[in-house]
């Protein structure tokens, strides 16, 4: 099966079943970019497309394209974010990949915490991602973007992550489980 490619966004954060807890912190010094939406569009296409070269495709995406989900997710939180008062986020490839990278990991294990037992920011360091401040927001089992953002700005903590002033950049990731339930991942960081 294909491997689910990752979108970007901004905010650290967990979801069990029903439930959700949140992580995020801050480091360094913080910048905040806005951008279009029509410009943010095809940056989206563009990392899919990249992506798509470059995947080791495992799992499926019948019921949206790549490039369908990652944009409604960014877009959804744009609106919230600009309902808020706050500076649009950018998509990032690289941040797109670190975010693939834990939704495949919270199928093994759901937590903040990586399968080896390090913190979730490994990853950026993994990945060369330079930041700031950085916050992680993870959902399972959802079925839909629209559904996974309901249950995010119903919580406190993740709601929180995704309005984050201070938040600039983000990526996401999503990967199904074997009943077909996504495991879903947004990454934010202020860019350095």
Not at 103 to 128: I, M, Q, W
Request: charged share 30%; net charge positive.
């Amino acid at each position: 099966m294909k491997k689910v490619l990752a979108g970007c966004l901004a905010a650290l954060l967990i979801a069990s079943s029903a439930s959700m807890t949140t992580v995020a912190a801050s480091k360094g010094t913080t910048a905040q970019t806005k951008q279009t939406t029509q410009s943010t569009s095809k940056k989206v296409k563009k990392v899919v497309k990249k992506k798509k070269a470059s995947s080791k495709a495992e799992q499926s995406t019948d019921d949206e394209s790549e490039t369908d989900w990652q944009e409604e997710m960014l877009k959804s939180i744009n609106a919230q974010r600009k309902k808020a008062g706050v500076a649009e986020l950018k998509l990032d490839e690289a941040l797109c990949e670190a975010a693939q990278i834990r939704a495949d990991e919270c199928l093994k294990s759901y937590s903040h915490t990586r399968p080896n037992g390090k913190k979730f920011t490994t990853v950026l360091d993994d990945k060369k991602i330079k930041y700031g401040y950085w916050g992680e927001n993870i959902n399972e089992k959802q079925e839909s973007v629209s559904s996974t953002m309901k249950s995010w700005m119903s919580s406190e903590g993740h709601k929180a992550n995704i309005l984050k002033k201070e938040f600039d950049t983000v990526g996401f990731g999503r990967t199904k489980d074997s009943k077909g339930k996504y495991y879903w991942v947004q990454i934010f960081i202020s860019a350095k």
